[in-house]
């Protein structure tokens, strides 16, 4: 019997998926998350943008041409928020974000030919108070994600995925242990992830960097998938720099560089305060990628305010900016409140931004030139090893042998691709 889990969406979706893989593998089943023939296709969906829930959508289709008769199970995040959009299209069965783990059970009910009725409202499960400890991912060869939180409380005031989500809570610091010290040898780096990864807490306290110090023990990379402005204090930044093997890599969401914009955003920082961490974050770690999310085109962002936005993006020099045109989702209270602006304003301001990142890009490239870097390689392409340094530079090896999987020292000759060129020093 043979199951494809297929995902869409953030790094949290992923780790997930990968947690069914590894279950279903622990009860007998083939599975995989290439799209190919399977007997069964579980698809979890992702609804941060329209974009996102009408590609969740196209994915049933996607499994039908390699399998007409195969059963469908859809989860995740644009079946929390809308079943409908599923139920019609014929699928086996529908849950939400909570709960995956219970899939496996669904399957082996419709192995044995037991109907799941989905001609009726589906029940979508209730989500959770607490952290649901019932996950471990199944291992790759070279990077291991780490779910350490889930939920969120912020409420920004575009997002739907605190309602689809639910409220922030913390995975207990000896189940993230436990399956860190469950990883191979050959995995060298920990990402860590979560909806928040910044509101970890232990025992309703603040605890992200003693989470870090914990893991730096077991002698792998450490990098975390995202964080927000409000930790970046000097202690906990100096605490970071103490580490042995944290990678300096922050991306740090920003959303705006407008402040009344991120007022209606509802955002909790100012573009001053935003800065001074930027600033923060430089003198401790010069060489540091620092990456951001921008949303363009939020509704009644006027012509000044984007350029503000715009000049601020600029001054605080990023790594690499991901940009996003703004989403109207129903339900958040943006939706209600403001007008969405055109597409076209909204395309316009998206490729200017886009321009800028590559020029910020490049120049962190010339920036790092001539720098001696540790990369963790992770694959081939074409005749070239790639891999990421501790900065996050993508970075192109040219290798005689084979480097898959190990960290080598190298040094940043220029720009070259969507990365760097690196000369191969020595595998460490």
Do not use: W
Request: hydrophobic share 35%; proline share 3%; aromatic share 10%.
């Amino acid at each position: 019997m043979k199951i494809c889990v297929m995902t869409l969406g953030c790094k949290v979706n992923k780790y997930e998926s990968d947690s069914l893989i590894y279950n279903l593998e622990l009860k007998g089943y083939q599975a995989t998350d290439k799209l190919e023939f399977a007997d069964f296709y579980i698809i979890n969906t992702c609804a941060v943008t329209q974009e996102a829930e009408k590609k969740s959508r196209q994915m049933i289709a996607r499994c039908r041409k390699f399998n007409p008769n195969a059963k469908i199970i859809i989860c995740g995040c644009a079946s929390q928020n809308n079943n409908i959009q599923f139920r019609e299209r014929g699928v086996s069965c529908i849950t939400g974000t909570s709960n995956k783990i219970k899939i496996s059970k669904y399957i082996d009910k419709l192995v044995k030919n037991d109907k799941i009725f989905i001609n009726k409202p589906i029940k979508i499960n209730k989500l959770p108070l607490k952290y649901e400890d019932d996950l471990i991912a199944k291992q790759t060869r070279t990077r291991a994600y780490i779910k350490i939180q889930d939920g969120c409380n912020n409420f920004c005031s575009y997002c739907i995925i605190p309602y689809l989500r639910g409220r922030s809570r913390s995975r207990p610091i000896f189940s993230i242990l436990n399956e860190a010290a469950m990883l191979n040898n050959d995995v060298k780096e920990i990402v860590l992830t979560g909806i928040n990864v910044t509101d970890y807490k232990i025992d309703g306290k603040p605890s992200l960097l003693t989470l870090l110090e914990e893991l730096d023990t077991y002698g792998k990379r450490l990098r975390l998938s995202s964080i927000e402005e409000s930790i970046m204090s000097e202690e906990f930044i100096k605490g970071l720099k103490s580490l042995n093997n944290f990678c300096p890599h922050f991306h740090l969401s920003l959303q705006s560089g407008s402040n009344s914009v991120l007022k209606r955003m509802n955002r909790h920082y100012t573009s001053e305060e935003f800065f001074k961490s930027i600033i923060l974050l430089k003198k401790y770690f010069p060489y540091a990628g620092i990456t951001t999310d921008v949303i363009v085109g939020f509704p009644e962002e006027s012509d000044e305010e984007f350029e503000e936005s715009y000049n601020f993006i600029k001054k605080c020099n990023f790594s690499f900016i991901h940009v996003f045109q703004y989403s109207n989702r129903d339900g958040t209270s943006a939706s209600k409140i403001y007008k969405d602006l055109p597409p076209q304003i909204k395309q316009k301001r998206s490729a200017k931004l886009l321009q800028l990142s590559e020029e910020l890009h490049n120049n962190f490239i010339v920036k790092n030139k001539n720098k001696i870097v540790e990369i963790l390689v992770e694959e081939k392409v074409d005749n070239y090893f790639v891999g990421y340094s501790k900065n996050y530079i993508k970075s192109y090896i040219e290798s005689k042998t084979d480097i898959i999987g190990k960290i080598i020292k190298g040094k940043i000759i220029g720009g070259f691709k969507d990365g760097a060129l690196v000369k191969h020093i020595k595998i460490l």
